[in-house]
């Protein structure tokens, strides 16, 4: 699977893949359009979401969810309430080596939405909503 779509590059096959399959279902959507900033204790840090849908969904997607993704998504969603963050996962995969939790347990658990392999289309029919000040494009 290439890594281009239209002339546009992605940072990975997979987000190749949600992006063709969301063209194909007529999903709107800009890539990496915008950082949004989020601190680490001690450090100032940008996150730029891999995409955002018309209406101003954030859309994240991971072919392997880290502690280190864990706990920025949580930062984030923490110091940006108001942004509504989905996950697309390429499968529910394990968290842990034990196979007690997967990544739709971490989701659930922290009120994130989630879905796997590709955009869901209610997801771009919910309403639109204005972005929060203090994004930096």
Known sequence: MPRAIRGRKYRSRLEADVARKAQNSKIAFDYEPFFIPWEQPAKNRKYKPDMVLENNVVVEVKGRLTVEDRFKMLKVKEQWPELRIRFVFKRDDWLTKS???????????????????????????????????????
């Open 99 to 137: 196979k007690k939790h997967k990544y739709s347990h971490w989701c659930k658990k922290n009120n994130f939405k989630y879905a796997i392999g590709r955009i869901p289309k209610s997801w771009a029919n919910e309403e639109h909503r204005a972005l929060p000040a203090g994004l930096i494009k």
